[in-house]
């Protein structure tokens, strides 16, 4: 459709809305609410109501059981006193996002303000809210074709808003969230930037991880904790190097191997294109669900949020059963906005050092084994708010500590869980890591293809890994979003909940955003990104870090020095 007769057509539906003599002179972030709404009416995913006038909502901050509420439900119905772009502009403050409105934008390309409007309302939260985000920059920041930097900063965006919603809902006033784009990217890399005494510390990777050619195309291992490492030699049969790995994968066929290693308990990755992974039967069970799934798991009461404090999570408790990248960042975020979190590992389970230090800045981290310690734990349970989890399906389970457990445990409690391809389908359960999904689900192979790195005649070429580890943290600050919003929910109707968000289905939603050409920029480096770091004292040294990209107005985050692993009692802190 030509852009005049779309844009056209788009100011109708939106005059339908508000009417179109107050539209422009609403505030940017007001605009591009209503006309997102516009173009979803124009493409039929929500209808426009017979009745145009309503009660009065609740305030944006408060969680909305409609799904897609309308965008004349976002603002408040004007009195004789008041007019509409008064009322706008109190519920909405005007919005820096950069980007033209989205019926400006090319066709693919989803604008900021939507979403961060599409991320709220797929957790029941008001759409209106994104009016509080002050959204600056512009792409692209890393070396990438697909929108990883509009990623970040709409993540991290919908993350800091729900927090300030939360400081709202206990009774302080609702504040701003300022992201830049920027900076969001650089923290959708932290673990690269971390210094330890001025030192580098690399990022984990074991000599025989990586990518290496089959028979028929490529695979992917992940060897970073050793069992996996050692599992993986024991089922090549071969020795501890590149060359012996290459040898032996050489002989397999990509797909036959993943099998075989999944059903080893060990992780694998088949290159796929696009186009397999749209074949695949996990692909279609993902489809079905939403980014961030929110469901209730159990009665109980509602635990109303306390008191307005310092920090918007202050007071509040969560366990962090987690390790690597997208659930610890889901923690360090919770711990950024004030939450207790301890974070609980035990001696026989491996780390990575480098990412215990960058991910575990906020955090308290206790040592105790599930497998002998059941009485404590559930007792840390019993005082929880939320609990992260990240361990494969059915293993906390099989410990006496299924979620239904600990909802009995603690009624109203939130459990998080993170997991690389979801809980159903043919993988659900299935083992994997982020690296390993990107190359499992398609976007290495259009990544390369976009950098020029296909074969001739049209033949794809090898994969070519984005500029970070999109996936894992999306993720990461997405879950914190999610249980966040379930906190909202559990306070307005009581029930324990489960917050579910899979590294695949991320990177579904990273595709929704659309293609850039992004190729031509220069990474950042350690220099270039100076302004962006904070240097503290910690248990391993003077650790400097990338700062949380969120800056809340009133409330700015705040993240603690790097603790030891075991380095803090199974307790809890002193009563709130």
Known sequence: ??????????????????????????????????????????????????????????????????????????????????????????????????????????????????????????????????????????????????????????????????????????????????VDMRHAAVEFRSERHLRVDGEGRGEGWDAIAGLYPSRDGFLRLHTNFPHHRSGMLALLGCAPTRDAVAAELAKRDSVDFETEATAAGLCVSAFRTHAQWLAHPQCAALAAQPLVAIERIGAAPRTPLPPAAARPLAGLRVLDLTRVIAGPVAGRTLAAHGADVLHITAPHLPSIPVLVMDTGRGKRCAELDLRVDGARFAALVGGADAVLRSYREGALAGLGFSDERMAELRPGIVIGHLSAYGATGPWGGKRGFDSLTQTSTGINADEAEAAGEHEPAGSVGG????????????????????????????????????????????????RTLGRIEGFAVTEPTQDDIADLLETHPSDFGRLTAVRHAAILADTPAMEGPAMALGSSPAEWLSSP
């Not at 929108?147 to 609702?174: K, T």
């Not at 970070?468 to 999306?474: E, G, P, Y």
């Open 463 to 510: 994969p070519r890994v984005l500029p970070c580890q999109a996936l894992d943290h999306a993720s990461g600050h997405l879950l914190a979003m999610g249980v966040m919003a379930a906190m909202l929910r559990r306070a307005e109707e009581g029930g324990s909940w489960r917050v579910s968000v899979s590294l695949a289905r991320t990177g579904m939603w990273l």
């Open 1 to 178: 459709m030509p852009e005049a007769r779309e844009a056209a057509i788009l100011r109708i539906f939106a005059a339908a809305l508000v009417p179109a003599t107050t539209l422009p002179a609403l505030p940017a972030a007001a605009q591009a609410i209503i006309y997102c709404t516009a173009a979803d009416m124009l493409l039929g995913r929500v209808a426009r109501p017979a009745a145009p006038r309503c009660s009065p909502p609740p305030p944006v901050w408060v969680r909305r059981a409609l799904v897609w509420p309308p965008a004349w439900a976002l603002f408040p119905r004007p009195g004789p006193a008041e007019g509409w772009v008064a009322a706008a502009r109190s519920t909405a403050p005007a919005c820096a996002e950069t980007s033209p409105p989205i019926w400006r934008r090319p066709a693919g390309r989803a604008s900021l303000a939507c979403m961060i409007s599409d991320i709220l309302r797929g957790v029941g939260m008001a759409s209106g809210l994104a009016g509080h985000a002050r959204l600056t920059g512009a792409e692209p920041v890393l070396r990438s074709s697909f929108r990883v930097d509009a990623a970040a900063q709409a993540s991290i965006a919908a993350s800091g808003l729900v927090a300030a919603a939360i400081h709202a809902g206990r009774g302080a006033a609702m504040q701003g969230v300022a």
